[in-house]
């Protein structure tokens, strides 16, 4: 699940870089914009939310989890914190 969640914000987060955004400010067109701006809100936060929930589960260092929820505000961030947490 933990998996799937960072794919999905990984993924909204860059419809919303770079095609929402785009569109909002080159061709006037905020609808990007308002319909993925929430969708990766909420994604994101659901995924800190599944970060901590792990770092409990499975008694992660601090450090780890402050990488992770770091990991969360990169572009592609949240895939190398499911990828190193699947092994």
Known sequence: MFKLIAYAEVASYL??????????????????VKII???HGALFVLYCFMVLRR????????????????AGILPLGPMGVAKETAQ
């Open 15 to 32: 419809l919303l870089l770079l095609v929402a955004v785009p569109m909002k400010y080159i061709f006037d067109q905020p609808l990007g």
């Open 37 to 39: 701006g929430p969708i």
């Open 55 to 70: 770092s409990s589960d499975e008694a992660w260092h601090w450090k780890r989890t402050a990488w992770a929820l770091f």
